[in-house]
């Protein structure tokens, strides 16, 4: 079982910047591959990024693909996404989950989930 916990959302300006960060229970985190997803008001959840156990390999959605990065603090048991250059279409809920051995980009591949947190970017 594995509890995440997202923080760091909020309201920011276009151009401006967020790092959102996913604290993980457990002693077993460094074995999950990582992804963050988002869901904007009347849209399906969508992958935005993911990064493996290890936090060697990262992969993005095109749409954030040199805006957004991700990564990991093993020893924290933390996923970290920094988003820059911040679009009014970044605004939806951001959720951190976690699976084991799939390496995937599709939702239901994921096992664990957190509440989620609101990012807003007005223009």
């Known amino acids: 079982q594995v509890l995440l916990v997202e923080s760091g959302g909020g309201l920011v300006q276009a151009g401006g910047s967020l790092r959102l960060s996913c604290a993980a229970s457990g002693r077993t985190f460094s074995t999950y591959n990582m992804g963050w997803f988002r869901q904007a008001p009347g849209k399906e959840r969508e992958f935005v990024a993911r990064i493996s156990g290890s936090g060697v390999i990262t992969s993005y959605a095109d749409s954030v693909k040199g805006r957004f990065t991700i990564s990991r603090d093993n020893a924290k048991n933390t996923v970290y996404l920094v988003m820059n250059s911040l679009k009014p279409e970044d605004t939806a809920v951001y959720f951190c989950?976690?699976?084991?051995?799939?390496?995937?980009?599709?939702?239901?591949?994921?096992?664990?989930w957190g509440q989620g947190t609101q990012v807003a970017v007005s223009s």
């Open positions: 989950a976690a699976e084991i051995g799939t390496w995937s980009e599709v939702a239901y591949a994921y096992n664990y």
